[in-house]
């Protein structure tokens, strides 16, 4: 109960600071605006960001006119005032600050990996098949219900995990039962992958009102790369979906899988340059893997391309210089999140069928939320396996068990026992690695000069 207490004050005065922040006048300058707001986030989280993290910050604050500075502003400009706020109390503030801390916490007293966002697919259904996505290897007919998705979160919350993630099958098949969780949680931040063919003017006003729900729009490069991977006509709809949201001032980002044939494509400065003129202020970037029984390897990176997306997004979000655009590249950020965050490091997955699987891209497990609470799913075998193990390699730069270290997920999956959970057809996990051993053989060399020249030789 104290705790509870402190908590709800602690939430009412960073709302407080918030909106100071949002109703700053104009000759308010931004140290004094920003200024306190940074040290609240300094007092919650004290040692629990890097002392970087916080250098970085107060660059920002003191330097209004960077590049940076110019993206804030854009934000605050560009975003509902509800909205913004939400955003920041629930991302920020309860899923980055005081759920990370309650995460860590967790972890050393179950002595598990315990995540502080959970992915969700609510569904399998889709109307869209694309090549190199997780979600159309599983098919159409599962899904999880609103009961259950509900007590996924409110056990969740229990433990601290204040962010769900939506994938699927497109998730705004079941954008009713989301918009029913935002309301019963309003302390918490939801999000989801969309192809955005389902966002109309009703959504919009539905995400103005509840104010705790934004999506990130899948989109892989124009009109012929993207619709050759997601079927004709996409790429229009695509942008119209980001015209409609901006003109409502909802904030979004962008979903992009980048594959051999599309990586020039998707860090172009037309096409980023693009998707911020549409109003999008960050990127999420996923390298292609090999998953399912028919998945091409033809789209894996060489050690080449690869380089290149190692350096061009670091480029893109440059403190100077790149663009006002906050992007991530999962595969090779490892080092700056400790290698693989997936296993309950910082995330899992729930697919439709309620199994709970260490990441969207690895399709076996020996938990299912149907059968078991979320806790009890989380200390399933594969999971501590995941934690005896992680990370994976002392190089970052090849942080997965599956692309970069095919043979331990071979030895993780044989000595856990975790069963395949692919819902469209079982893949022995002798099949997925072989796939992987080629590239990660290639990669090898070129990860340890990067890491070398990155200073950690």
């Not at 079982?426 to 200073?455: F, I, N, S, T």
Request: proline content about 4%; charged content about 25%.
């Amino acid at each position: 109960m104290a705790n509870g207490l402190i908590h709800s004050a602690e939430r009412i005065a960073f709302g407080k600071l918030i909106d100071r922040v949002l109703q700053k006048s104009e000759n308010q300058s931004v140290q004094e605006t920003f200024g306190p707001l940074l040290e609240k986030v300094k007092k919650i989280m004290g040692d629990g960001w890097s002392d970087k993290a916080y250098e970085d910050l107060q660059t920002i604050i003191d330097n209004p006119d960077s590049k940076w500075g110019h993206y804030v502003e854009r934000i605050i400009r560009d975003t509902d005032p509800k909205v913004l706020k939400m955003f920041l109390l629930n991302v920020f503030f309860e899923s980055g600050l005081t759920g990370y801390k309650q995460s860590k916490v967790n972890k050393e007293k179950y002595g598990i990996n315990m995540p502080w966002l959970i992915l969700l697919d609510p569904t399998t259904a889709c109307n869209m098949h694309c090549t190199g996505c997780w979600a159309a290897e599983y098919g159409n007919q599962l899904n999880l219900s609103y009961e259950e998705l509900d007590s996924i979160v409110t056990q969740g919350k229990e433990l601290g995990i204040r962010a769900y993630l939506f994938t699927g099958g497109e998730p705004l098949i079941r954008k009713k039962d989301i918009f029913r969780l935002c309301e019963k949680h309003t302390d918490v931040a939801f999000h989801a992958f969309t192809n955005g063919t389902l966002v109309d003017d009703e959504f919009c006003k539905e995400c103005l009102r509840v104010g705790n729900f934004f999506v990130s729009v899948s989109i892989e490069g124009f009109e012929e790369s993207n619709d050759g991977r997601r079927g004709e006509g996409h790429f229009k709809k695509a942008l119209n979906a980001m015209d409609l949201m901006h003109s409502y001032k909802l904030p979004f980002g962008v979903s992009i899988c980048y594959t051999s044939k599309n990586y020039l494509t998707v860090t172009s400065d037309e096409f980023l340059d693009m998707i911020i003129e549409k109003g999008c202020i960050f990127a999420w970037y996923f390298h292609y893997m090999p998953v399912g029984m028919n998945a091409s390897t033809e789209l894996l990176l060489d050690p080449d391309q690869r380089e290149y997306m190692f350096h061009k997004i670091r480029e893109i979000r440059d403190m100077e210089g790149g663009k006002e655009l906050f992007a991530i590249d999962f595969q090779n950020d490892g080092e700056f999140v400790n290698g693989c965050v997936a296993g309950g490091e910082k995330y899992c997955h729930i697919n439709a069928n309620g199994d709970v699987e260490p990441c969207v891209f690895i399709h076996y497990s020996s938990a299912n939320i149907k059968e078991k609470s979320l806790l009890e799913c989380l200390q399933q075998p594969l999971f501590k396996a995941y934690r005896d193990g992680q990370p994976f390699n002392d190089n970052l730069l090849r942080p997965c068990p599956m692309l970069e270290n095919p043979e331990k997920l071979l030895e993780i999956i044989k000595a856990t026992g975790a069963k395949s959970t692919d819902l469209e057809a079982y893949e022995p996990v002798e099949h997925l690695c072989a796939k992987c051993e080629q590239y990660a053989e290639h990669w090898k060399p070129r990860a340890e000069k990067l890491w070398a020249e990155e200073g950690h030789a």
